[in-house]
């Protein structure tokens, strides 16, 4: 967590120290999936990341890979749609 910590620093983004742990939790110990992590809910805070709006983002994002997954398990197609 302390290199997220650095990185954010660097770039400029306001991170709760909560929202780093849990997305340093979500990686499993993977620095790569949790830069990917880290720039996807940047994205979508302007910089500014809160335990409230990270747990919000992943919960969105389980919640689309479900559906995803429910509709290529019935029909063996995402249908245009792309898990991320």
């Not at 780093?20 to 790569?32: N, T, W």
């Not at 983002?57 to 749609?81: I, K, N």
Request: charged share 25%.
């Amino acid at each position: 967590m302390e290199h997220l910590q650095e990185i954010a620093g660097k770039e400029d983004i306001h991170a709760e120290k909560a929202a780093l742990q849990v997305i340093a939790q979500k990686s499993e110990g993977c620095m790569r999936d949790a830069l990917s992590i880290l720039d996807k809910i940047v994205s979508f805070t302007n910089g500014e990341l809160t335990y409230q709006n990270t747990l919000e983002h992943l919960t969105y994002r389980r919640r689309l890979l479900c559906q995803d997954g429910r509709l290529y398990a019935a029909t063996g197609s995402l249908g245009g749609h792309v898990a991320f």
